[in-house]
T-cell receptor, first 114, second 116 residues
Framework: GESVGLHLPTLSVQEGDNSIINCAYS??????FIWYKQESGKGPQFIID?????DKRQGQRVTVLLNKTVKHLSLQIAATQPGDSAVYFCAENSGGGSNYKLTFGKGTLLTVNP | DAGITQSPRHKVTETGTPVTLRCHQTENHRYMYWYRQDPGHGLRLIHY???????DKGEVSDGYSVSRSKTEDFLLTLESATSSQTSVYFCAISDLILRGGRREQFFGPGTRLTVL
């Protein structure tokens, strides 16, 4: 697969543990945020999104937290499984719907040890 | 994969040759994007389209051109490929109206291009 993991921050966890992946953003005007998962050899896959009028959103086994004060986003994965091993990256958007471009972070490589 | 295909999936070519990558969607989404992904740089936007025949440049557009003659197809052309254009190329789509106000982009499987 593609070597998208080079030079990335890495996080290694044991199967069954909870994982927390962090992302800092720089644009204070950003009002929409997304987490993507990218497995080796595949395209990025949407996981969960959150708007700036929220500070927490939950999905299936995942929770996204948004701290606008320090411009920080985190993705929590509960009971991490081997299938969660991938590169995770955040994306931000500003413009209230009139700007369709996303700005992507560099990503974090998550490795789940059985 | 949200009805997005890319072709070819792999291509090896020589410096100076023209290359065209195709993105095809069956979702009727208005917006389409071309990105390149390189180690250490993440996803970088090359060009995007906001409708048929409407395109605009992204942050790394030099050496690339695009065309969109119909809603479902978005073509990326390297007029004269260089080794610095060796990369993995992803197409993405989005549509604010069809997605109920959500701005997420959905990605294709990618094309690995090697320029020798």
């Amino acid at each position: 697969g593609e070597s998208v993991g080079l030079h990335l921050p890495t996080l290694s966890v044991q199967e069954g543990d909870n994982s927390i992946i962090n992302c800092a953003y720089s644009n204070s005007a950003s009002d929409y945020f997304i987490w993507y998962k990218q497995e080796s050899g595949k395209g990025p896959q949407f996981i969960i999104d959150i708007r700036s009028n929220m500070d927490k959103r939950q999905g299936q086994r995942v929770t996204v937290l948004l701290n606008k004060t320090v411009k920080h986003l985190s993705l929590q994965i509960a009971a991490t499984q081997p299938g969660d091993s991938a590169v995770y990256f955040c994306a931000e958007n500003s413009g209230g719907g009139s700007n369709y471009k996303l700005t992507f972070g560099k990503g974090t490589l998550l490795t789940v040890n059985p | 994969d949200a009805g997005i295909t890319q072709s070819p999936r792999h291509k090896v070519t020589e410096t100076g040759t023209p290359v065209t990558l195709r993105c095809h969607q069956t979702e009727n989404h208005r917006y389409m994007y071309w990105y390149r992904q390189d180690p250490g740089h993440g996803l970088r936007l090359i060009h995007y389209s906001y409708g048929v025949k409407d395109t605009d440049k992204g942050e790394v557009s030099d050496g690339y051109s695009v065309s969109r003659s119909k809603t479902e197809d978005f073509l990326l052309t390297l007029e004269s490929a260089t080794s610095s254009q060796t990369s993995v190329y992803f197409c993405a789509i989005s549509d604010l109206i069809l997605r109920g106000g959500r701005r997420e982009q959905f990605f294709g499987p990618g094309t690995r291009l090697t320029v020798l």
